[in-house]
């Protein structure tokens, strides 16, 4: 599961759309949750570490941010260069629901 729209598959539409709402405890909750059902240093725990990382900052939680930022990048830097150009870096976009499945 390398590629980008089965990674963005990982977002829980349930934290896109709190994201949505502005409930900015919930969405990290849930995407702590959806990270910690994958072992560390997979790439989707990579995916979804630096989600939370972008929306700790979002929330003006830099510190935890930055630090979960720095561990995602970490190993996605790891990737082949295939594999980097596929997935790319995950942004604040991938918690737009318009681009999540809804399964």
């Given at each position: 599961?390398?590629?980008?729209?089965?990674?963005?598959?990982?977002?829980?539409?349930?934290?896109?759309?709190?994201?949505?709402?502005?409930?900015?405890?919930?969405?990290?909750?849930?995407?702590?949750?959806?990270?910690?059902?994958?072992?560390?240093?997979?790439?989707?725990?990579?995916?979804?570490?630096?989600?939370?990382g972008?929306?700790?900052?979002?929330?003006?939680?830099?510190?935890?941010?930055?630090?979960?930022?720095?561990?995602?990048?970490?190993?996605?830097?790891?990737?082949?260069?295939?594999?980097?150009?596929?997935?790319?870096?995950?942004?604040?976009?991938w918690?737009?629901?318009?681009?999540?499945?809804?399964?």
């Amino acid at each position: 599961m390398t590629d980008r729209a089965s990674l963005r598959r990982l977002v829980p539409c349930a934290a896109a759309q709190a994201f949505a709402d502005g409930d900015d405890r919930l969405t990290a909750t849930l995407l702590q949750r959806a990270r910690d059902a994958h072992p560390p240093g997979t790439l989707a725990w990579a995916v979804l570490e630096r989600l939370l990382g972008l929306a700790f900052i979002h929330v003006q939680r830099e510190v935890e941010g930055t630090f979960a930022l720095e561990r995602a990048d970490a190993l996605l830097d790891t990737l082949t260069d295939e594999q980097r150009l596929d997935v790319g870096r995950p942004d604040l976009d991938w918690l737009d629901l318009d681009g999540l499945d809804e399964d």
